[in-house]
T-cell receptor, first 109, second 117 residues
């Protein structure tokens, strides 16, 4: 079966750094997406990785290791507005998007 | 660009009633997806269209659910008859290409929160 694992919930402090991990077991791999979803709102695209390594985009970075079936989203200089759920999604060999359950990130002052 | 537009934002209906959800994708996007999101099951793909043609409806829970895309700018998801277990947030999303391209992430609408009593 296909499986994506993310922590259910994480808590961090405003101004700090947090790393949200995602491990996956899928039939093939054609890329990995991270989406942000604020409560009551739609998911919005954050990043896409298809090659190993780190992709940096402002305060957010995403890392991928295909050999380990592992990715993480790194959020720096946390702000209260970063409180949201973060969804990891993998594109499998059939180009189907397999979604993780999401990680709820709580930012405390 | 107005983004993906869904209506209504909220729908409360009684069991057995017909429910129709509507979606207008971003102009120029040739893929349209219907998703359902619940706390228990997360995001589930129901069906997707390419150039108005249904490609994969294997995620549609049962015959009570149907979806159409009569033209490039409009799609509907219909539930008839509705049941309490259909209560969820239904998202429509569009993209320019297959999900495997970094150029084509999904653009989601604001969703329809459906409550069936």
């Amino acid at each position: 079966g296909q499986n994506i694992d993310q922590p259910t919930e994480m808590t961090a402090t405003e101004g700090a750094i947090v790393q949200i991990n995602c491990t996956y077991q899928t039939s093939g791999f054609n890329g990995l997406f991270w989406y942000q979803q604020h409560a009551g709102e739609a998911p919005t695209f954050l990043s896409y990785n298809v090659l190993d390594g780190l992709e940096e985009k402002g305060r957010f970075s995403s890392f991928l290791s295909r050999s380990k079936g592992y990715s993480y989203l790194l959020l720096k200089e946390l702000q209260m507005k970063d409180s949201a759920s973060y969804l990891c999604a993998v594109v499998d060999s059939n180009y189907q998007l397999i979604w993780g359950a999401g990680t709820k990130l709580i930012i405390k002052p | 660009d107005a983004g993906v537009i869904q209506s209504p934002r909220h729908e409360v209906t009684e069991m057995g009633q017909e429910v129709t959800l509507r979606c207008k994708p971003i102009s120029g996007h040739d893929y349209l997806f219907w998703y359902r999101q619940t706390m228990m099951r997360g995001l589930e793909l129901l069906i997707y269209f390419n150039n108005n043609v249904p490609i994969d409806d294997s995620g549609m829970p049962e015959d009570r659910f149907s979806a159409k895309m009569p033209n490039a700018s409009f799609s509907t998801l219909k539930i008839q008859p509705s049941e309490p277990r259909d209560s969820a947030v239904y998202f429509c999303a569009s993209s320019q290409g297959r999900e495997s391209s970094y150029n084509s992430p999904l653009h989601f609408g604001n969703g329809t929160r459906l409550t069936v009593t």
